[in-house]
């Protein structure tokens, strides 16, 4: 008993000896025997062991280029509302990119959505009427079809970026969840709709939805969700679509992100095509008692190649949009920063 208390105490002192900063991590496969399948909890789990790698071999992503529109009501233009007394301030809700990297932003303010080409030539205008207010979020599809989400029929329509207006959708999804965060889509034409902690609902064709425990990927080989484990570790625990036909909670693989500062929040962004995971991380860089926010983008995966060094985004913007950070699906990094004056995106890119 006695050895065994002092082993502790030497594996305590070797961990708070180590440094503490963003890693990668390799995984060693659990034993084949274990039968993962029946468990319904992954957050209990410790399925696979990290191994970690040199956080010096991290892909570095690089502000690559910076789109800016001035505040105004012209086409080319984005609207921004000063907020009332009691009312915060308000701009462009959500945006889009597609495969071409055409940008779409849901202007509310102005009552359009405004689609920009690399050059920041107008690509299309399209009316919003009276659901300038009431649609909340944006995608487009493998397509290039736009998707609109309407919270006051709390239905997702579908329509062509070539029309001029939303009155004639091409098609029309009904859904019912009081706790809707983002309409995403995937590799395979599929339509997801995420809604409270971190869960999502699939669309069919008739509009049916098909409720998953957790995030889908892009490419819907993967289902994801993440857990703040203490103040500066989190886990991104990983299920194979191949492991199990129907999604039971078994996990397969876990990856470890730890940073040198507290965390506040970790949530899981989007895949890339090649599968890579975008998490977006909140921690308090403050010292003493004040607290100061940051927030960051870093890619993961299951290869010590697919990992990033953390990508710190601004967060002193004058109007938060409803979604302003976008994955291409190249893995381009997109954020949409409102300010009182102008709107940026802002693009990053591997080196």
Not at 46 to 55: A, H, L, Q, S
Not at 194 to 218: A, C, E, V, W
Not at 312 to 340: R, S, W
Request: glycine share 6%; net charge negative.
């Amino acid at each position: 008993m006695k050895g065994k208390m002092i082993f502790l105490l030497l594996l305590i002192l070797v961990l708070f000896s180590c440094e503490r900063d963003w890693i990668s991590g390799e995984f060693i496969k659990p034993d084949a025997s274990q039968d993962t399948s029946a468990q319904e909890e992954p957050a209990k789990e410790e399925p696979v062991t990290i191994k970690n790698t040199d956080p010096k071999n991290n892909i570095s992503f690089n502000l690559s280029d910076k789109l800016i529109f001035t505040v105004g009501t012209k086409d080319d233009e984005i609207g921004v509302l000063e907020g009332g007394e009691d009312e915060l301030p308000t701009g462009p809700m959500s945006f889009a990119v597609n495969e071409s990297g055409e940008i779409y932003i849901l202007d509310s303010i102005n009552g359009k959505i405004k689609g920009f080409d690399k050059n920041k030539m107008i690509k299309g205008l399209i009316s919003l009427g009276e659901k300038a207010k009431s649609v909340l979020d944006i995608a487009i599809t493998k397509d290039n079809q736009l998707l609109l989400a309407d919270l006051h029929e709390d239905a997702v329509l579908l329509l062509s970026s070539q029309i001029s207006d939303i009155t004639t959708p091409d098609k029309k999804y009904r859904f019912n969840i009081s706790d809707f965060s983002g309409i995403f889509t995937t590799n395979r034409g599929n339509i997801l709709l995420r809604y409270g902690n971190q869960q999502t609902l699939k669309l069919n064709d008739t509009g049916i939805h098909i409720p998953f425990m957790s995030l889908l990927s892009r490419n819907e080989t993967m289902f994801l969700r993440t857990k703040r484990i203490s103040e500066s570790l989190s886990m991104l625990f990983m299920s194979s679509k191949e492991q199990s036909s129907e999604y039971k909670g078994n996990t397969e693989k876990q990856i470890e992100i730890m940073i040198d500062k507290p965390i506040l929040s970790i949530s899981y962004l989007d895949t890339d095509k090649n599968d890579r995971v975008y998490l977006l991380v909140e921690a308090d860089d403050g010292a003493d008692q004040t607290i100061k926010v940051k927030r960051y983008v870093i890619r993961t995966g299951t290869h010590p190649e697919d990992w990033s060094k953390p990508i710190e985004i601004p967060l002193d913007i004058y109007a938060h949009p409803f979604k302003d950070i976008v994955i291409g699906n190249d893995g381009t990094i997109y954020a949409m920063l409102v300010y009182k004056d102008r709107i940026e995106v802002a693009k990053w890119k591997t080196e």
